[in-house]
DNA sequence: TTGCAGGGGTCAA
DNA sequence: TTGACCCCTGCA
């Protein structure tokens, strides 16, 4: 089942950007802070600005299925975003199927606006080599500052943004002052990562085409990137739904929702493959969005 | 004020 | 299987 629906999003353009109507299992809050992503940041309004492709926008999600984007346009809407949100997918029946079970059922009760955005394969991966170990308020600062070190500068709404490096931007630098970023051991593993995907030895989109087995061995091959960082690259930007990346979170949700035991990481991803199967990573999403929302596991 | 544990893992021994 | 690893925060 590949879970996608046609498409019935009415397409509105304001002053600044776009209304989009009847969008379902859509809420900013829970999209931008389930995990996947560390360059979106919340507002007063609770609108969600953030970087992405090039582009800053502006985002909120309204109670009626309506959605305001700010700076942009229909047709970045069509070439950009409505891929981004995944808004082919057809979540309400995702969460049907896996509602099956009275846990997740609890679970995505809390995060039941969960969207898991496309991201750009090259960002993830250094993203999440940069989580390794690392708070999620110190790994959102390092990705700032290696993109104001390194990336293109955004204006919007009088303020400096910075896109996250292209591999190009990167082809020529030096990297001695890397250690700014403040990714601590991990920046020599940001620098084996661009020289191995500058050079070509790594391609990123032929490992999206990978089964995910394969993929995954693949992306191995990078210094800093083990099981975890592998899975969530292949969850949040290659589309491998059949991965449950197990942090101590998902460790510790599901051995307390479901094996009621201690138990291994490698155990821990056979029993979900085996449970939720192709939509692994979706249950994934929802139930570390409840973990974390509740504390759970920690005492 | 200082000191210490520990955090969305990975690597090497 | 275990400890070290950058850097920073929270807390005693």
């Known amino acids: 089942m590949d879970y996608l629906k046609q498409n019935s999003i ?25 995990g996947q992503c560390f360059r979106w940041d ?46 082919g997918r057809d979540y309400s029946r995702i969460k049907k199927v896996l509602s099956a079970d009275d846990t997740m059922k609890l679970a995505i009760k809390h995060g039941e606006g969960i969207r898991i955005l496309k991201q750009d394969p090259w960002e993830t991966l250094i993203s999440f080599i940069i989580s390794a170990n690392n708070r999620i308020s110190m790994i959102a600062r390092s990705i700032n500052i290696f993109s104001q070190m390194y990336g293109q500068a955004i204006i919007y709404n009088g303020k400096v943004y910075h896109a996250f490096p292209t591999i190009k931007d990167l082809s020529d630098t030096e990297f001695s002052n890397i ?27 032929k ?4 089964e ?3 993929a995954e061995k693949e992306l191995k091959r990078i210094p800093g990137v083990g ?10 930007s290659m589309q491998k739904y ?6 101590i979170w998902m460790k510790r949700v599901t051995e307390e929702l479901f094996l ?34 509740l504390k759970i596991g920690k005492e």
């Not at 975890?228 to 292949?234: F, S």
């Open 42 to 87: 919340k507002e007063d309004d609770d609108s969600y600005t953030g970087i992405a492709f090039g582009k800053v926008i502006n985002v909120k999600s309204f109670k009626n299925n309506e959605i305001k984007i700010l700076n942009t346009n229909i047709e970045d809407f069509k070439r950009i975003w409505f891929e981004y949100f995944d808004l």
């Open 10 to 34: 009415v397409i509105e353009e304001i002053k600044d950007g776009i209304i989009l109507k009847n969008v379902w299992d859509f809420n900013a809050k829970h999209i931008f802070e389930c």
């Open 260 to 293: 009621k035991r201690e138990s291994k990481a490698g155990e821990i991803s056979d029993f979900a493959k085996e449970k939720f199967n192709d939509l692994s990573g979706f249950a994934q999403e929802y139930l570390f969005y409840y973990a974390r929302e």
């Open 207 to 210: 490992i999206k085409n990978m």
């Open 242 to 247: 059949d991965t449950y990346p197990v942090d």
């Open 212 to 214: 995910t087995i394969e």
């Open 179 to 205: 250690r700014d970023c403040k990714a601590g051991f991990r920046c020599k593993y940001i620098i084996e990562a661009i020289k191995m995907i500058g050079s070509g030895e790594i391609d990123l989109e």
């Open 227 to 236: 099981s975890k960082v592998a899975n969530c690259i292949l969850l949040f």
